[in-house]
Every structure is written in structure tokens, then in C-alpha cells.
């Protein structure tokens, strides 16, 4: 069983469209949290890290489920420049390694 | 953050042949990593690279393939080795420079294609 595991998708929603992106990871010793962005052939990107109490970026909301080791991202109000993959990414702390899932798909159209 | 430059870009090589990729940063970092994302898929850690001792490899990764310097904080080298078509894929070096929260930054990557 992988580390990090996501939704591949495609995901295929149009312009204001809310799409959320679900991710679990099997490590019960992570301890940070990522959701990192993707653009076709370019290096990843992060987006937001990812906290126990939850946290908000403008049209992005991240959570966090330690129990259920379960991560989630919302993006409401989808724009055509939200296309891309989306990375779920947890490592065990400082100074460790990031263990990426296999990202998710967001293809939003007009 | 950190900015990375990381050269080159991209290369065409020979199978048999091996290829030294470079990654430099504007500042003094903590850890540096080495990753491997293979087409379509997602990223997968080759190792750590660390200062001044022997790197630290990931399970199915071996010295011998990819064997990494890493003479100071600022920079680091991956070399693949004997290299087959298998190896064709984007090579991509991380750093972490501060608190973990506020993640990694990555180099743009190096996309080797091993004919």
C-alpha cells in the first residue's frame, strides 16, 4: 500500500465550479502536510501546508483529519488557471524527506 | 525561499553513458534531497543528500546508480550512472531552508531522455 494516496482523476469542472480533492496517508508518524500544485512539464509548486485546525487561502481550504488520516482541499470558484495537478505530500517532520501521492487532475473549462 | 538553479535543463544521452546533474542554491540549506518523477507518474525520493557525508538512499536507489556529493550547503550533485532508456525521466532536486511548514521549494528539474 502506498504512502500517500489521492484521487487521480481527471477531474473536469467548468469555471465556478467547487471541486474538492481527497487524500489519505498510511504513515500514522507524519506529522506535515502539503497540498502542492503541478503545471504540465514545470517543478512542483507549493500551494499551502496543511493544519490539524484547518486553514483557508483566498479560494482554497485545506483540512486535516489526524484520526482518520485523511486530507482534504476545496477550490471554490474554479478558474480556467486552477488547471493542473494538485499533490497531496506528507512528511514525518523536520529535516525528512516529503513522500508525495500520485496528484490529481483539475481540468477546468469555460 | 531559496531560489535553485539546477543545469542543466534537460540532455539527450547514450545508454552506457552517465550524466551529472547540478543544483545550486542562493542560500545556505539545511537538507537537500534528490527526487525521480518518471513519466506520468508522481515524485519518488531518490535520497538525502548530506553535507559532508555519504548520502542517504531510499529503498531500490543505490550509491553505485546515483552516487550524490554534497560538498557544502549550497550545492549538491546526482549523477546517474551507466545509464539505460529505464532511466529516462525528470530529475528534480529539493531543498528545505526554514520551519518545515512552510514546505520545500524544488528545483525546475532536469528531464533526461536515455536513447
Known amino acids: 500500500r502506498k504512502e500517500v494516496e489521492q484521487d487521480p482523476g481527471p477531474f473536469n469542472v467548468p469555471e465556478g465550479a467547487t471541486v474538492a480533492f481527497n487524500c489519505t496517508y498510511s504513515?500514522?508518524?507524519?506529522?506535515?502536510f502539503f497540498w502542492y500544485r503541478q503545471d504540465c512539464r514545470k517543478e512542483p509548486k507549493l500551494l499551502m501546508s496543511?493544519?490539524?485546525s484547518g486553514n483557508e487561502d483566498g479560494r482554497f481550504t485545506a483540512q486535516l483529519n489526524r484520526a482518520s488520516q485523511y486530507i482534504s482541499l476545496l477550490i471554490r470558484d474554479s478558474k480556467l488557471s486552477d488547471s493542473a495537478t494538485y499533490l497531496c505530500v506528507a512528511s514525518q517532520g523536520a529535516g525528512t524527506a516529503l513522500i508525495f501521492g500520485k496528484g490529481t487532475t483539475l481540468s477546468v473549462s469555460s | 525561499s531559496a531560489v535553485i538553479s539546477q543545469k542543466p535543463s534537460r540532455d539527450i544521452c547514450q545508454r552506457g553513458t552517465s550524466l551529472t546533474i547540478q543544483c545550486q542554491v542562493d542560500s545556505q540549506v539545511t537538507m537537500m534531497f534528490w527526487y525521480r518523477q518518471q513519466p506520468g507518474q508522481s515524485l519518488t525520493l531518490i535520497a538525502t543528500a548530506n553535507q559532508g557525508s555519504e548520502a542517504t538512499y531510499e529503498s531500490g536507489f543505490v550509491i553505485d546508480k546515483f552516487p550524490i556529493s554534497r560538498p557544502n550547503l549550497t550545492f549538491s550533485t546526482l549523477t546517474v550512472s551507466n545509464m539505460s532508456p529505464e532511466d529516462s525521466s525528470i530529475y528534480l532536486c529539493?531543498?528545505?531552508?526554514?520551519?518545515?511548514?512552510?514546505?520545500?521549494?524544488f528545483g525546475s528539474g532536469t528531464r533526461l531522455t536515455v536513447v
Open positions: 529539493s531543498v528545505l531552508e526554514g520551519p518545515v511548514k512552510y514546505g520545500y521549494t
Open positions: 496543511v493544519y490539524s
Open positions: 504513515n500514522s508518524a507524519s506529522q506535515s
